[in-house]
């Protein structure tokens, strides 16, 4: 039965985990087929042709492991590969951008949009196209942050480095007047507190990780797709360096506890 | 004649380019064909396992393209691969850990030798092993710097944040009382400024891209490979991704100026 089927997911690295887990908080009978390409990360100084190369390869791998849809999770892919991908793939793909965006748009009062995500996110002007594209009135103002996903990886999340870092990020979008605030990579959530402070009480910060988790669940609800079987959910991931590295970041985050066999190295090349 | 072939350098990306200027300006009739590993960068953070297979696949290329040796202008690459290539190569290899560890050795003393680099050359110890095998005596204080390698990318070598980390890495070496401190890293040499202002005037920085210029130009008057014919120095630049940002970047660091034909694609997968 293609209902009882995994769902696909992947992401450049271990930032994909955030949206495995509102996935697996939101249809926990779901079982994910999950793929980090850990021994080419990050994507997001990376080209667009690259970007897509690489989401092709790890695509295929996951349908050929038949999943039932792919969830793009990650925002430099999303925005390079989503289209390709959907002409390319026989399964529904969904990319974190355009749920994303979708809820930042209903969010907004002011009209004046923020959206912080990697160079390659930003340079795609992706974010910016839906949200124009849903209301076109908004007015976005794009940031990349470099230094975030290095920082998260290093574990500084409540670092002053970290705080000096966001307050130079987000000074030029706080002048804008921005009311509403995408974390436009999958890291970012992992900074929602120094970046709400930063940000103030006035700026809703939008997560597309949750946002994607929702889109998902009513797609697979209106396709049919649902898991219909009463079998517990299985997870399964592969990841192309760093088993042992993976599986610590990836129990950090979870909602269940990885062993060592469920995380298992595919490398392309 | 084999004098008058090219040098093969290589690098997990732009940092090499410190250790290409190096031998342009000590070998100035040489030429070299340089490749930088752009789609896959950063090594620091991958297994030894990768940076082997990526190493190997660089090395095969420039070997097809008749080089008459080949410079591993990468510590990570260098400390994991150096062996296996030296092994394998129809070529001399040559990385960038045996000649910073032996200036080092030099230079020293108290005895007390920093290192810093990126987490892969910590981990491998291998700066700590050619010291002791060098002098037995010293003691070798590693401290891995991960966010130097970002920090530099994004053009940030002059700025406080840049200045706060250098002295979160630098204060357990220097509280060690080590007065020689290894540049571990082929980016942190462009950060030697601030590098240096932190340490003091009582320790000596030793770059390896200037030793291992030193150390080639050497090996290859040894095996009677220097160039012979008064043709020009011609030299190539391959990057897995990103020409045009690499060129850019090699115009800030090189001793010559590089037009866009000079600079072209190679896409291992």
């Known amino acids: 039965m293609t209902n009882d089927l995994p769902i696909g997911v992947f992401d450049s690295g271990v930032g994909g985990l955030t949206v495995a887990k509102e996935i697996m908080l939101r249809l926990p009978k779901e079982s994910l087929l999950y793929f980090g390409d850990t021994a ?15 989401s092709r ?18 925002n ?29 748009a209903a969010i907004t009062k002011t009209g004046n949009i923020g959206v912080i995500a990697t160079s390659g996110t930003i340079r795609s002007g992706l974010y910016g196209r839906y949200l124009r594209s849903i209301s076109p009135d908004v007015h976005v103002f794009g940031q990349a942050c470099p230094l975030f996903v290095p920082l998260v990886e290093e574990g500084l999340q409540n670092d002053p480095v970290t705080r000096t870092m966001a307050e130079r990020y987000l000074t030029p979008l706080l002048s804008k007047g921005v009311d509403t605030l995408v974390l436009g990579c999958t890291h970012y ?6 970046i709400g402070e930063v940000a103030g ?52 985050i979870l909602p269940c506890e990885l062993e060592e066999a469920d995380v298992n190295r595919k490398v392309f090349s």
Request: with cysteine.
């Open 76 to 104: 430099t892919a999303s925005a390079f590969a989503l289209d390709t991908l959907s002409a390319e793939l026989p399964v529904p793909v969904i990319g974190v951008v355009k749920p994303g965006a979708k809820a930042a």
């Open 40 to 54: 080419r990360v990050p994507y997001g100084n990376k080209s667009e042709e690259t970007v897509i190369a690489y």
């Open 189 to 194: 959530p992992l900074l929602t507190e120094v």
């Open 57 to 74: 390869q790890i695509a295929r791998f996951l349908c050929s492991h038949s999943v039932k849809a792919i969830v793009i999770a990650c």
């Open 201 to 252: 009480p006035d700026v809703t910060l939008v997560n597309p990780a949750y946002e994607t988790a929702k889109e998902l669940a009513s797609m697979l609800a209106g396709r049919g797709l649902l898991k219909t079987s009463d079998t517990p959910s299985a997870h399964r991931f592969f990841v192309s360096d760093g088993e042992e590295q993976f599986r610590r970041f990836a129990n950090s």
